[in-house]
């Protein structure tokens, strides 16, 4: 795998580049972007596709953004996308506005809940396209430090399935995953 660019890594806090460094190595790998998603009725290209458009979303509120990419290739539209986030987070990553949960930025934001969505849709990226991308330490840090703050609206339609249950003995990554409707 190529190195990332240096100027990418330096224009972005570095716990949101890496997880989308890592989030790009699986994305880069996937064999079959129609494979099923652990995201009932989502396909793995489908995934790519919500996390490109919803970090757009949030984007497009607080600048202008250059039009979204045309391609049907779900790497492409990924890579054209963090080319974009590179290119315009670091002129936005202190602008202050108010969230639900009270006053953030836009990186804090881009940090935590679309870092939050990274993690997550890695593991159903790679799950569904038969990869292995086991979540590491430092991930299920992030994961069990966001999750209580989203509180009931973690299982809003759309977001999460309810919690599954897990045995006493299951490790880190079983329980969080559990927390957020998913099987390890």
Not at 145 to 166: M, N, Q, R, S, W
Request: charged share 20%.
């Amino acid at each position: 795998m190529p190195a990332r660019p240096r100027s990418y890594r330096r224009s972005m806090n570095p716990t949101y580049a890496t997880l989308t460094d890592r989030f790009t190595d699986v994305v880069d790998a996937v064999p079959n972007w129609l494979a099923a998603s652990p995201c009932e009725g989502w396909s793995v290209g489908d995934v790519v596709d919500h996390v490109v458009s919803t970090q757009r979303d949030f984007l497009r509120a607080h600048t202008d953004l250059a039009p979204e990419p045309t391609t049907a290739d779900p790497a492409q539209r990924w890579a054209a996308h963090r080319a974009l986030v590179a290119q315009v987070l670091p002129g936005l990553a202190d602008v202050a506005y108010e969230t639900p949960f009270g006053p953030s930025t836009v990186g804090q934001t881009m940090t935590t809940f679309y870092g939050f969505d990274l993690i997550v849709h890695r593991w159903d990226i790679a799950t569904g396209a038969g990869l292995v991308a086991p979540l590491g330490d430092e991930e299920i840090d992030i994961l069990e430090a966001v999750v209580p703050t989203f509180g009931e609206h973690l299982y809003a339609e759309g977001i999460c399935k309810g919690p599954l249950d897990v045995g006493p003995d299951a490790d880190r990554t079983a329980r969080i995953l559990a927390v957020l409707g998913r099987a390890a």
